[in-house]
Protein backbone atom coordinates (compact mmCIF):
# COMPACT_ATOMS: atom_id res chain seq x y z
CA UNK A 1 0.00 0.00 0.00
CA UNK A 2 1.34 3.24 -0.74
CA UNK A 3 0.97 6.67 1.12
CA UNK A 4 1.28 10.31 0.19
CA UNK A 5 -0.86 13.57 0.51
CA UNK A 6 -3.96 14.88 -1.54
CA UNK A 7 -2.56 17.35 -3.72
CA UNK A 8 -6.24 18.54 -5.79
CA UNK A 9 -9.74 17.59 -5.73
CA UNK A 10 -12.31 17.94 -8.54
CA UNK A 11 -15.91 17.25 -7.72
CA UNK A 12 -17.01 19.09 -10.74
CA UNK A 13 -14.64 16.91 -12.72
CA UNK A 14 -14.50 13.64 -10.95
CA UNK A 15 -11.28 13.37 -10.49
CA UNK A 16 -8.20 14.37 -8.25
CA UNK A 17 -4.28 14.04 -7.66
CA UNK A 18 -2.40 12.45 -4.47
CA UNK A 19 1.89 13.30 -4.62
CA UNK A 20 3.17 9.34 -3.85
CA UNK A 21 5.37 9.85 -1.14
CA UNK A 22 7.92 7.27 -1.72
CA UNK A 23 8.58 8.16 -5.19
CA UNK A 24 7.06 12.23 -5.66
CA UNK A 25 4.86 11.20 -8.35
CA UNK A 26 1.23 12.41 -9.30
CA UNK A 27 -1.16 9.96 -9.21
CA UNK A 28 -4.98 10.21 -10.53
CA UNK A 29 -7.95 9.32 -8.52
CA UNK A 30 -11.80 9.59 -9.23
CA UNK A 31 -14.06 11.67 -6.56
CA UNK A 32 -16.02 8.32 -6.31
CA UNK A 33 -12.88 6.36 -4.57
CA UNK A 34 -13.61 8.72 -1.44
CA UNK A 35 -15.57 6.93 1.24
CA UNK A 36 -14.40 9.21 4.22
CA UNK A 37 -14.01 13.11 4.37
CA UNK A 38 -10.84 13.80 3.15
CA UNK A 39 -8.98 17.11 2.70
CA UNK A 40 -6.29 18.69 0.53
CA UNK A 41 -3.00 18.02 1.90
CA UNK A 42 -4.65 15.54 3.71
CA UNK A 43 -2.19 11.85 4.53
CA UNK A 44 -3.45 8.91 3.11
CA UNK A 45 -2.64 5.42 2.29
CA UNK A 46 -4.15 3.91 -1.22
CA UNK A 47 -2.97 0.87 -4.23
CA UNK A 48 -2.01 1.98 -7.45
CA UNK A 49 -2.42 0.52 -10.32
CA UNK A 50 -1.22 0.73 -14.11
CA UNK A 51 -3.88 1.60 -16.59
CA UNK A 52 -3.15 2.40 -20.31
CA UNK A 53 -2.25 5.11 -20.10
CA UNK A 54 -0.55 6.24 -16.77
CA UNK A 55 -1.99 5.02 -13.07
CA UNK A 56 -4.79 5.39 -10.86
CA UNK A 57 -5.16 5.39 -6.74
CA UNK A 58 -8.12 3.18 -5.71
CA UNK A 59 -9.47 2.27 -1.92
CA UNK A 60 -8.42 5.75 -0.45
CA UNK A 61 -8.20 5.70 3.51
CA UNK A 62 -7.21 8.41 5.71
CA UNK A 63 -3.73 7.40 7.39
CA UNK A 64 -5.65 7.75 10.66
CA UNK A 65 -7.69 4.49 10.27
CA UNK A 66 -4.77 2.46 10.06
CA UNK A 67 -3.24 3.45 13.24
Given at each position: ?????I???S???G???I?????G????????E???????EE?I?F?????????M????????S??
Amino acid sequence: MAVGFIKEISSTKGYGFITDESTGMLVRFNVSEITEDLDIEEKICFIVIDLDPGKMAINLKNVRSYI
